[in-house]
């Protein structure tokens, strides 16, 4: 069976690459390996066959032989321990390329979805306005510690690794958010890892899904 993502049949981000589908699509691309894609509607996400696959009823959601994984950072790291090319073989670089893996899900990752999420969803309550300067400061810190571990350098450890696709995937997020600007090397950074042929690859394969549903639509 070749591996089967499954994704939003209509992103909500129309086609900006920001579900996290993205990052699997980057790191399947990275390694050269063919997938499928199952596209499913809001509704499908939610019942019993697609929980089965995400116990939480979202995507991504990835299969291959038998394997059935959910969690983007998981199916980015249980790709990048089987095939050779997203992570150094020194064991400790290894281990602190793992680290930052984890740091992108669970450190930089939480702060940035709950300023997105509260600009999404929270606008018309009467808490919005005071509450955003405080969501904004938690992204300002971590992106302003993010930028200065970074340095000069172009990656996070040593070459590209699975740590740069999570981390720079988390990141996009913020492609119009005010704090983003004030650290250039962070600019510098996600626009090195979007140059990248396999991003490349993995963008217009989101955005060509998305063109097709809306034309579907039309
Ligand atoms: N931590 C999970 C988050 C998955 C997630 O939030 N998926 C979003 C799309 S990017 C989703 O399915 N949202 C719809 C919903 O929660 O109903 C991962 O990284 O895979």
């Excluded at 669970?106 to 509450?131: G, N, Q």
Aim: hydrophobic residues 50%.
């Amino acid at each position: 069976m070749p591996i089967t993502l499954t994704v939003f049949e209509d992103s909500p981000d129309r086609g900006r690459g920001l579900a996290r589908d993205m990052q699997v699509r980057w790191a399947l691309e990275e390694l050269g390996l063919a997938y499928a894609v199952r596209g499913v509607s809001f509704a499908t996400m939610k019942g019993a066959e697609h929980l089965a696959r995400q116990p939480f009823g979202q995507i991504p959601a990835f299969e291959e032989d038998g394997l059935t994984l959910f969690e983007s950072g998981a199916i980015v790291l249980h790709l990048a321990e089987r095939h050779p090319g997203l992570l150094p073989a020194d064991p400790h670089a290894r281990a602190r390329a793992l680290a930052w893996m984890f740091a992108a899900v669970s450190t930089i990752e939480p702060p940035i979805v709950e300023w997105a999420m509260a600009r999404m969803l929270e606008r018309d309550a009467d808490w919005f306005a005071a509450r955003q300067p405080m969501l904004e400061e938690r992204v300002r810190t971590r992106l302003a510690q993010l930028a200065a571990r970074l340095g000069e350098r172009d990656w996070l450890e040593g070459g590209f690794t699975a740590a740069d696709l999570l981390m720079i995937s988390v990141l996009r997020r913020l492609e119009r958010a005010p704090m983003l600007p004030e650290q250039p090397r962070l600019v510098a950074y996600i626009a090195r890892g979007e140059a990248r042929p396999a991003f490349q690859r993995a963008f217009a394969a989101q955005r060509a899904l998305f063109e097709a549903r809306a034309r579907a639509n039309d």
